[in-house]
């Protein structure tokens, strides 16, 4: 699976959107990109993944640029709930397939 | 609908016991995988049980075993524990048969003196 890169932290005010980057320049054609959260000391929570295509959801938009060497996840209203720590993956979806390789992520937090 | 439930949510071991963890996945998934996170690290894939075998395994020892039950539950066994094993072991869960993803357990934080 390809690696990503995302800055270690962000800030962002409350009811603000959070606009996180990730960049995986290194991502096959088949390659999903997904998004997860984990707050503190809770399993990783499942957001939203895409494949070439923006997405969007009740909990955030994924905007993945056209040679899909990045993406960007949108949380449009930012809460102090959102603090957590957010991990982009790239891996190839699908049956048989489940090993999430996770990196350091990025680290929101979000101000009042 | 009961999301991924881990027993028990915290254990205290010493070096060289073993110790057993539980996980019942998601109501209509079928695969499970196990991952350890260390303080302050993103969570490392342990391995992946579907129909009762192990298909994916991560860079982790023979030490760490597992199993999947006909029900889909599943343990994670790790013999001759290392102080460096304390970690929160995650269990996540998904179907075997479907390109949906994976929903995470809330995890049991493992301490080892």
């Known amino acids: 699976d390809a690696k990503t890169t995302q800055p270690p932290s962000m800030d962002c005010a409350e009811g603000r959107a959070a606009n996180l980057p990730c960049n995986h320049s290194?991502?096959?054609?088949?390659?999903?990109v997904y998004w997860y959260r984990q707050i503190h000391s809770q399993g990783p929570q499942y957001i939203i993944h895409?494949?070439?295509n923006n997405e969007t959801n009740e909990m955030a938009s994924l905007i993945i640029t056209e040679d899909r060497k990045s993406s960007t996840l949108i949380l449009p209203h930012a809460t102090l709930r959102d603090t957590a720590v957010y991990y982009c993956?790239?891996?190839?979806?699908?049956?048989?397939?489940?090993?999430?390789?996770f990196g350091k992520g990025t680290k929101l937090s979000v101000i009042p | 609908d009961a999301g991924v439930t881990q027993s028990p949510t915290h254990l205290i071991k010493t070096r060289g016991q073993q110790v057993t963890l539980r996980c019942s996945p998601k109501?209509?998934?079928?695969?499970v995988s196990w991952y350890q996170q260390a303080l302050g690290q993103g969570p490392q894939f342990i391995f992946q049980?579907?129909?009762?075998?192990?298909?994916q395994r991560g860079n982790f020892p023979d030490r760490f075993s597992g199993h999947q039950f006909p029900n889909y539950s599943s343990e994670l066994n790790v013999n001759a524990l290392l102080l460096g094993d304390s970690a929160l072991y995650l269990c996540?869960?998904?179907?075997?048969?479907?390109?949906?993803?994976?929903?995470f357990g809330p995890g049991t934080r493992l301490l080892v003196l």
């Open positions: 996540a869960s998904g179907s075997g048969t479907s390109k949906e993803t994976q929903y």
């Open positions: 290194t991502i096959s054609g088949n390659e999903y």
């Open positions: 895409g494949l070439k």
């Open positions: 993956i790239v891996k190839v979806s699908g049956a048989g397939s489940y090993q999430l390789t």
């Open positions: 109501s209509g998934h079928d695969t």
């Open positions: 049980y579907y129909e009762e075998e192990e298909r």
